[in-house]
């Protein structure tokens, strides 16, 4: 992510980050992909030192744009950041079976609250009526109406 950042950043190359649910080995990946979602930055993610060069990498085309005038560290770390927002496109492939995705949504509501979500495959029947037979069993009512509801 640092890497990708920093190519991103400095250049300000258009780059897509495409991440898929197979690729999530631990659940931290998408607290990190959360906060890109929120606010353009892991938090952190760079020590001071990585910070410096960074400056030094944006300096140039801060300049040329006619930004950062007084070129502090400051200023030159949030153009930096602004252009890995411009620049950086997260496209997320999550499977909708299970609970997996539920589950992950309300930990991380970025992945909601600063996405485009597209679905772009029907559920069948068969899946559509299973969905609503579980949310429905936990409610008060007669097998009949639960069914018509069904």
């Known amino acids: 992510m640092k890497n990708l950042m920093r190519q991103v950043g ?25 906060n890109i979602l929120n606010t353009g930055e892991v938090p ?3 020590p001071a030192d990585e910070k410096a060069d960074i400056c030094e990498l944006v300096r140039h085309p801060a300049k040329e744009e006619g930004r950062c005038l007084d070129g502090t560290p400051a200023q030159l770390f949030a153009y930096f950041l602004e ?9 997320l492939c999550f499977s909708p ?12 509501p970025s ?15 068969d ?3 299973a969905v609503a037979q579980k949310f429905l069993a ?3 009512m ?3 109406t639960r069914q018509s509801c069904v």
């Open 138 to 140: 936990e409610i008060t």
């Open 83 to 91: 252009r890995c927002k411009n620049s950086l496109h997260v496209v």
């Open 97 to 108: 079976i299970g609970n997996s995705l539920r589950n992950r949504i309300r930990d991380f």
């Open 44 to 46: 952190n993610i760079f």
């Open 127 to 129: 899946a559509l009526e």
């Open 111 to 125: 992945i909601v609250n600063c996405t485009t979500i597209d679905w772009f495959s029907a559920w069948p029947p």
């Open 10 to 34: 400095s250049k300000g190359n258009q780059t897509t980050f495409l991440f898929t649910d197979t690729q999530i080995k631990q659940e931290s990946f998408l607290e990190d992909v959360n």
């Open 142 to 144: 007669e097998d009949a």
